[in-house]
């Protein structure tokens, strides 16, 4: 017994040391679980470690992805950059209290990229139409001449629309003052026009009698009053007093502006006859589409200097604003309404077209041409945005060049939607500023004058207040208030431009997918021809091979005829 206690002993305090064997091996091994653990915690370090350069692929995609959009919007960037820039740059100068003089030399940088775009303008118009009309064909021609005018007028009869409707809803004229005070703009208004010549001096502008000095010049009637002695009788032929009579006749003359609407007929004829002359045309046909390209790289050189000319543009027109205060206090109802029906149009009704009828994003069409809108916005000329804008719808929006360099040139001197409206709300404006109230007729007769009118306005800066005279004379209204739409006229016609060339952009855009759904059809077309060709060649070939059917009826004969042969047997 002793011994199996002995023995037992042993056991137990082998069992003991076996324990403690056991619990220091569970020690060392829930060390050597620690140090699993620790090696788990090296392998999750290691994961990390995998999982890191898993990351880094992704975090590297991130970056290329940013860099490649940086690197493909860093023109709409830096022109963004620009604006808000000016602005800055703007009021902080304006507290300084700079003089006139110095406020010419701040925005010299801004006047030097007005001029480059102006440089371009006649060669890239000419070149772009010329090449344009001679490549298409006359049916062709038409057919986007006749869609592109009927878009352009039904946008702009809707812009003036939407301006006499929103001057009777927010009505301006009732809160402005009159008598505002404007030193030195009583020279610069224009002066009133018959409705007559001005229509005739839009057709005589179309047919320039001098294509050189339609560069720089065009025609206008001015008139010139003589005064002529009439004598006042009595009933027995007795003259009684002799009073002058003022007969106001009508002058031609020359002005300083480009008669752009001539060159652009001038050029789209001439590119018809190119074509109608065949393989004689062909050489000139190449000079102009290659002087058109050379055009298109200059332009892509201007691009670059155009945000730092856009800074310095709206840095200088804040300068030059005086007394802003009472200006917006005043005549805030006026550009509000303005800028509101500009919104309206450029960001709800020009979007919804183009999205009714092509189904694309209508922003990113607008992002496309970003750059272009802020350059109509810091120059307020539509014709200097026309190069930026060809450039923008070609790279940014795939629109041939076909198209935009027949279709923008044409926009830039008919399509004027900013400028329709702008009228519309300054003749409301000028009316309830007076206190006459406008009957339906009158209210149509603004808005087919307004639309017609637009049509020959100059895109040039303040080249809309030259056709609100007409307008003010078809309706009645006085002509002299024009001195308060000039006032503001330098935020509002900015305004104008923008949504000028958005309109003309929506209308190539607009054209692009009209050219490009018939070129699927008559694909289509093609296609369904070849295949019902081909099925008529087989039905006929099924038809003429009779030898075919008369060897299957051959075999079965002789079939037959062995078979009972082999019966007999």
């Known amino acids: 017994m002793a011994d199996l206690r002995s023995d037992d002993l042993k056991v137990v305090s082998n069992g003991d040391i076996h324990l403690d064997e056991k619990a220091t091996n569970g020690n060392n091994v829930s060390g050597g679980g620690n140090n699993v653990s620790s090696g788990g915690n090296n392998v999750s370090g ?10 880094k692929p992704q975090a590297a995609g991130k970056v290329k992805k940013l860099q490649k959009f940086i690197e493909s919007n ?10 808000i820039t000016g602005v800055v740059i703007g009021l902080s100068v304006k507290s300084l209290q700079p003089s006139r003089l110095q406020v010419l030399y701040f925005s010299f940088p801004g006047e030097l990229l007005i001029r480059l775009l102006k440089m371009i303008i006649i060669p890239l118009v000419v070149c772009s139409l010329v090449s344009g009309a001679a490549s ?4 062709a021609l038409g057919k986007l001449g006749g869609w592109a005018m009927l878009f352009f007028s039904l946008t702009t009869l809707a812009a003036s629309a939407i301006g006499v409707t929103m001057a009777f809803i927010i009505k301006p004229g009732d809160g402005a003052k009159s008598s505002a005070p404007l030193p030195g703009l009583e020279d610069a208004l224009p002066e009133p026009k018959e409705i007559t010549d001005s229509f005739l001096d839009l057709v005589r502008n179309i047919f320039p009698s001098n294509l050189v000095s339609a560069a720089f010049e065009s025609y206008a009637t001015s008139y010139k009053v003589i005064k002529i002695p009439k004598n006042i009788t009595d009933q027995f032929g007795n003259i009684n007093e002799t009073i002058e009579e003022e007969i106001k006749i009508p002058v031609g003359s020359n002005v300083d502006g480009m008669n752009i609407l001539g060159l652009v007929v001038f050029a789209i004829v001439f590119g018809i006859a190119l074509r109608k002359l065949g393989p004689e045309g062909d050489n000139l046909i190449r000079f102009f589409s290659s002087f058109n390209e050379a ?16 800074m310095f543009l709206v840095a200088g027109k804040i300068l ?20 509101v029906g500009h919104f309206i149009h450029g ?21 496309g041409i970003f750059t272009a809108l802020a350059t109509a916005f810091g120059t307020a000329s539509s014709s200097a945005t026309l190069p930026l804008m060809m450039k923008c719808v070609e790279e940014n929006n795939g629109v041939s060049k076909q198209i935009s360099r027949f279709i923008l040139p044409i926009g830039a001197t008919v399509n004027m939607d900013g400028a329709a409206l702008f009228q519309c709300v300054a003749a409301v404006f000028i009316a309830q500023l007076n206190n006459i109230s406008l009957n339906f007729v009158q209210i149509i007769t603004i808005l087919v004058t307004a639309t017609a009118s637009s049509v020959g306005a100059a895109g040039i800066p303040a080249g809309g207040v030259l056709t609100l005279a007409i307008i003010l004379e078809a309706v009645g209204l006085p002509t002299h208030e024009i001195s308060l739409v000039l006032a503001v006229d330098w935020l509002v016609d900015r305004t104008c431009t923008v949504l000028n060339v958005e309109g003309d952009a929506f209308g190539a855009g607009l054209l692009q997918c009209y050219t490009d759904k018939q070129q699927s059809r008559l694909q289509v077309e093609e296609l369904t021809e070849v295949k019902t060709e081909t099925g008529v060649a ?26 009972e042969k082999e019966s007999v047997m």
């Open 320 to 339: 030059e604003m005086e007394n802003v205060l009472l200006l917006f206090t005043s005549l805030g109802k006026y550009i509000c309404c303005c800028i």
């Open 295 to 310: 055009t298109m790289v200059l332009v892509s050189w201007i691009m670059w200097y155009a945000p730092v000319g856009i």
């Open 538 to 563: 087989e039905k006929s070939e099924e038809e003429g091979s009779p030898l075919i059917k008369e060897g299957a009826k051959v075999t079965l004969e002789t079939g037959s005829r062995s078979l």
């Open 74 to 83: 860093l023109l709409v960037i830096l022109t963004v950059t620009g604006v």
């Open 136 to 139: 298409l064909d006359p049916k």
């Open 46 to 55: 290691g994961g990390n470690n995998v999982s890191s350069p898993s990351r």
């Open 347 to 367: 960001l709800i009704l020009l979007p919804l077209i183009y999205f009714i009828f092509t189904r694309k994003n209508p922003y990113r069409f607008l992002w």
